[in-house]
């Protein structure tokens, strides 16, 4: 089906759905013939706008111009009763999603802009017009005006609420934070759902009471199952309500059927309001308590990690002395180049213990807004220099070449200590994950900034890994087979942004990965990411 087609076909379903649900609701004792308490088309309309997108705005014009044409109003009234009904849907779909409206309702703001926008605000409009349409037809007389707009706007208010909540949640992707019902859980949604539909056979005016019995079950809906539970518990309650009041039977029923159909809506807007917010503080408590488990699994897996790359240089610190210790106390013949050999490696580990200690002291600093540069006149050129020259050997034992090109001198304000262990950790990281490949760094100056690109021809980062890969511990699993705390891109971002500047990173798995730095060379404003 061609697009066009397919938006023909949705407008005409559309209208012919508004219709028929609008000529049953007007059916209903509806004030001066036009004005209904109980309006589920603008539920149906707003949440199809919102769910589709403006293009079907003929649909929800042919089936308000053929709804009030077949009541009898003029063809100029039916079509400016249409206009107002058409604009009332555009302008709330537009109002709530402009107010970053997520289908779930799960987040108060939702909540917020759906009832302010959608269902309080937008309705004006098509109260405002229809009335007018209808009195400018000669249909209704002027002094109706006020009690027939009034009537308008909460019959609309109404369906927004109950048919456009449920339409919503039940349309949108399911991504609750609840944990699934299970069987059992069901239990109380059945009685709810069967206390809905006998219990008003009891109720009278003088016993009006009983429709609150429901109220705990409501809850439990809105807790345990969310939005779902709470909009399609909240929508068959509503029905229930109109439908035995609208036989003259339940604990709404006094006078004609409009007074019944009053305190019917102002039970179900009560209802309705109250289980969205209930639902979206739920989702939300949720979530907290979620991202509170994943905090705490993190900081497990980052103690279990932490202890074991520490425990690791100490353990082999301890090796080599004890060596050393036994050969003095033993007396056996040990060379000065023995010597010399393995007080290196133990040199070597304890500065590798070292560097894990200060990354732990960085992260700890970050944390509590304490992590401070000291700046100087730096020549990154030259310290970039030094950076390679330091590494070539390493890099020549992982079988690599380090290559540097570019500005021989750069000078700016920064805090050389930080800015070398941005370098180090850089090059180190394109050392360690090159697979022995070439190993390119480019400088140059752009601008009132110095952009440094350390670029590797290795295996590549998954691009699950790469839209993470400065967040903490996110490469904790391989530093579990090559050693690390999975924080040092953390604190190499950190530091680039107290300087004012950004790092970027670019990979394609199989053909290498690459690290952007830009540093303004005068004193920037610090931009600092404090992990909470």
């Not at 941005?422 to 990281?429: E, G, H, M, R």
């Not at 730095?517 to 909470?532: D, G, H, I, N, T």
Request: charged share 20%; proline share 4%; with cysteine.
């Amino acid at each position: 089906m061609t697009t066009a087609r397919k938006t023909i076909a949705e407008a005409l379903l559309l209208a012919a759905l508004y219709a028929l649900v609008a000529k049953l609701s007007l059916a209903l004792d509806a004030v001066e013939g036009f004005a209904a308490l109980v309006w589920p088309p603008t539920g149906i309309a707003l949440s199809v706008t919102i769910l589709l997108g403006y293009r079907v705005w003929p649909g929800v014009a042919l089936g308000a111009f053929a709804a009030n044409f077949w009541q009898g109003a003029p063809a100029i009234a039916a079509l400016g009763v249409a206009a107002g009904n058409t604009a009332e849907a555009l302008l709330g779909a537009y109002l709530v999603r402009r107010a970053g409206f997520r289908l779930n309702f799960d987040r108060l703001s939702d909540v917020a802009a759906f009832v302010g926008f959608g269902a309080l605000g937008a309705p004006i409009v098509s109260a405002t017009v229809g009335p007018l349409s209808l009195w400018a037809a000669g249909v209704i007389a002027a002094h109706s005006l006020p009690a027939t707009s009034f009537a308008w706007w909460s019959g609309d208010a109404c369906g927004a609420l109950v048919v456009g909540s449920l339409v919503l949640a039940w349309a949108s992707p399911r991504s609750s934070a609840l944990a699934p019902a299970r069987a059992e859980e069901l239990v109380p949604m059945v009685l709810l759902f069967v206390l809905a539909a006998v219990l008003p056979i009891f109720g009278s005016g003088a016993s009006r009471a009983v429709v609150f019995i429901v109220f705990p079950l409501l809850i439990w809906a809105s807790v345990r199952h969310g939005e779902r539970g709470a909009t399609a518990s909240a929508a068959f309650v509503s029905a229930s309500a109109v439908a035995w009041t609208a036989l003259r039977v339940g604990p709404f029923v006094h006078g004609r059927l409009q007074e019944g159909l009053w305190t019917v809506q102002a039970y179900m807007a009560v209802m309705v309001v109250t289980l969205l917010v209930l639902g979206a503080v739920t989702e939300e408590r949720a979530r907290a308590v979620a991202a509170l488990r994943r905090a705490l699994d993190a900081r497990e897996e980052f103690l279990s990690i932490a202890s074991h790359e520490l425990k690791t240089p100490l353990s082999a610190i301890v090796l080599h002395l004890s060596s050393l210790q036994r050969a003095f106390r033993t007396k056996e013949s040990i060379d000065r180049e023995g010597v010399e050999r393995k007080t290196d490696r133990a040199m070597k580990q304890t500065e590798r213990l070292t560097s894990l200690i200060g990354q732990l002291l960085d992260v700890s600093r970050i944390s509590s807004g304490k992590f401070e540069l000291t700046r100087e006149d730096v020549d990154l050129g030259e310290l970039s220099r030094e950076i390679c020259s330091r590494f070539s050997e390493e890099a020549t034992r992982a079988g690599s070449s380090l290559s540097m090109r570019g500005a021989r001198s750069l000078r700016g304000n920064w805090d050389r200590s930080r800015l070398e262990q941005v370098l180090s950790n850089l090059v180190s990281n394109a050392i360690r994950y090159g697979d022995g490949h070439p190993i390119d760094i480019s400088l140059e100056r752009r601008g009132a900034s110095a952009v440094l690109v350390v670029r590797d021809e290795g295996p590549g980062i998954p691009a699950d890994v790469l839209s993470r890969v400065f967040d903490r511990f996110t490469s904790s699993r391989a530093a579990r087979r090559l050693g690390g705390l999975g924080l040092g891109l953390y604190i190499v971002r950190q530091i680039v942004e107290a300087h004012g500047g950004s790092i970027h990173a670019a990979s394609t798995v199989g053909v290498g990965s690459t690290f952007t730095v830009e540093l303004p060379c005068a004193e920037a404003r610090p931009v600092l990411q404090s992990a909470p």
